[in-house]
């Protein structure tokens, strides 16, 4: 088994959460931290694992699939149950706060 | 005739319901009652609908109506994971996140079972977006085990696996990503069946890891699963993961009556009366004319970690839509990031919240090759040596569903990494995509409870068949009546 120095710590964490969109406190980075090095720890295995091709190259078995655009719906026939969903809604539309 | 819900079957119920021995609305009935009488304290449901009745009066009158030619499903009550939408009805995924939407569509499944004229009871309880293996990570509370109510029922379909064990349905969905079907049912005594992906659709599944989900049946017997999954299973214009429906037949032929168990894969880890057991049912295989081979899969003691690595990377990029802008929960902030980051703090839980971060952390410029384009070539090694297997006269690998029976509530909240170790066996066939089937193979002594445990078959794509055949003559079912499989 191979040692790592710190493989991910608060400041990690803190960064991670922002860039998902997760506010977080100082404490909790810092458990986070932890629970996720020791996560790290078992699947840093995985350089282990003897994989004999390039990544890179590798293709995932996984690929997309796609298809034409068919008919479309009729316009507004939905709308209103999706609008029902929304949290915040004026309307037919959505709101959101400003972006800019 | 008074209804004995103990050993009725789906296919036993059908017969009863086409002979008028009982209605739709006295089975339905029958398991309203048991639900009223055992949920309040194990929460296997965290909903029972409210039109129950109703749904099963249309049902009789469809019996009334067409008699013998019904769907096998008519008139059967049904439990749905709360991952699965039901138009008009809520689906949380068990979050907060999602506490109060409603689904604006039926999941292909959901169409599929209402077009046979199946009954739907109510939506039962899992982890919180399917991440957990022991429905404690619900917003709503643990399910507790039927069999032992200290214990867990597994997850994260706990709920579906105990609405089945304690006799609240006929029948149950879950969902499978690492082992989510599979798992509860060994903890809880049941069947459950991981599908081939892409057998079964996941439109109108919440999705958590895109490339391991599948939608299965859990039930009390093999045959009932083999039914569930030919009313289910079948291209789906809706989800282009979908196999064609020719790749399933093409490849009916006959199987061999080989086993493989991967010893070396089972060294560590498993408890010493599981093993026991496992080595009791190969006996009991060997028996019923199978043989049993030691076989190798080289690499499949990292699919734990290829899964840990895909599908909190899959994961995190599936709850990127939870922000509180076209539906879920709403926390207002100073400006649009500031709701984002406390809508999605608030709605999910700690459990969610540290596979995203983790999901981040292995897509992350810097790391992306050393984790994820690793995990992606090592998905594909495990998927080739499984098949290699399967082309050499193998048709099942065989081994235990779970390292242990049910563990206690609260036993490895505050170990992640032990509760991820409970899915050792199982997240394998998510993987290499394959099917694989938990059957239970008998009680065991466990920290002074006597405890069901589950025996895994997994067969190569498209072969259930395999799995059912194998499953049922294990389980010494009856297999005159038809699962539309034969």
């Given amino acids: 088994m191979c040692y790592r120095i710190h493989m991910i710590d608060r400041t990690d964490v803190e960064r991670l959460a922002a860039l998902s969109r997760i506010a977080i406190t100082r404490e909790e980075a810092e458990h986070l931290g932890e629970d996720i090095e020791q996560i790290l720890n078992y699947v840093s295995e995985i350089n282990e694992a003897g994989i004999d091709r390039e990544p890179e190259l590798e293709t995932s078995v996984v690929y997309n699939v796609l298809r034409e655009d068919g008919e479309a719906h009729e316009g507004g026939v939905f709308s209103e149950r999706l609008l029902a969903a929304a949290p915040q809604r004026e309307g037919k539309y959505v709101t959101v706060k400003n972006i800019l | 005739m008074p209804i004995v819900l103990d050993d009725l079957t789906i296919a036993k119920a059908h017969t009863h319901l086409i002979h008028k021995d009982f209605s739709a609305h006295e089975l339905a009935e029958a398991h309203l009652k048991v639900i ?157 069946l991981k599908p081939t992906y892409g057998a079964l659709s996941r439109f109108g599944l919440i999705a958590m890891g895109s490339s391991l989900d599948q939608i299965g049946p ?43 168990v991967p010893r070396h894969f089972m060294e560590s880890g498993l408890d010493p009366a599981v093993a026991q057991a496992f080595e009791d049912a190969l006996s009991r295989l060997r028996e019923l004319g199978y043989e049993v081979r030691d076989i190798e899969l080289p690499h499949v003691r990292y699919a734990l970690t290829c899964y840990y690595i895909l599908m909190p990377a899959e994961a995190s990029t599936n709850l990127a839509r939870y922000d509180g802008v076209r539906y879920g929960l709403h926390v207002e902030g100073e400006n649009v990031l500031d709701d984002y980051m406390r809508s999605r703090s608030r709605g999910f839980g700690e459990e969610v919240r540290r596979r995203i971060i983790l999901g981040a952390y292995v897509l992350s410029a810097g790391y992306y090759d050393a984790y994820y384009n690793r995990a992606v070539a090592l998905r594909r090694i495990i998927r080739e040596e499984c098949a290699h297997v399967f082309a050499s006269g193998v048709s099942v690998i065989v081994t235990p ?46 920290e002074g409870a006597l405890l069901p445990v589950g025996l895994q078959f997994m067969a190569g794509e498209g072969r259930e068949d395999v799995l059912f055949a194998a499953g049922r003559a294990f389980l010494g079912e009856d297999t005159t009546t038809g699962d539309g499989l034969q």
């Fill in chain 2, 218 to 260: 859990i039930t009390k017997t093999v045959g009932d699963a083999a039914l569930l999954f030919s009313a289910l299973r079948g291209r789906d214009p809706l989800d282009s993961t979908t196999l064609p429906d020719e790749s399933v037949s093409d490849r009916r032929g006959a199987a061999s009556r080989v086993l493989g």
């Fill in chain 2, 36 to 192: 009223e009488a055992k949920n309040e304290s194990l929460r296997a449901y965290i909903e029972v609908f409210d039109d129950v009745l109703a749904q099963a009066d249309v049902a009789d009158r469809t019996l009334a109506r067409e008699g013998e030619s019904v769907p096998a499903l008519t008139g059967i009550p049904i439990a749905l994971k709360d991952n699965i939408l039901i138009e008009g009805r809520r689906a949380s995924a068990c979050s907060r996140m999602l506490e109060n939407y409603v689904a604006s569509y039926d999941a292909t499944v959901i169409a599929k079972l209402r077009q046979s004229g199946a009954v739907f009871l109510g939506r039962t309880n899992m982890d919180e977006f399917a991440m957990g293996s022991s429905t404690e990570r619900s917003c709503y509370g643990p399910t507790r085990n039927p069999l032992d109510p200290t214990r867990v029922p597994g997850g994260s379909s706990g709920g579906s696996a105990a609405a089945v064990a304690m006799g609240g349905c006929l029948a149950a969905l879950g969902s499978d990503t690492g082992g989510s079907i599979r798992q509860p049912a060994s903890f809880c005594g049941v069947v459950g």
């Fill in chain 2, 401 to 446: 569903t779970t390292p242990t029976p049910a563990f206690l509530l609260g036993a490895k909240t505050s170990d992640p990494l032990a509760m991820y170790l409970a899915d050792l066996f199982t997240v394998p066939a998510n993987i290499a995509g394959i099917p694989a089937l938990s059957v239970p193979m008998g009680d065991v002594s466990y």
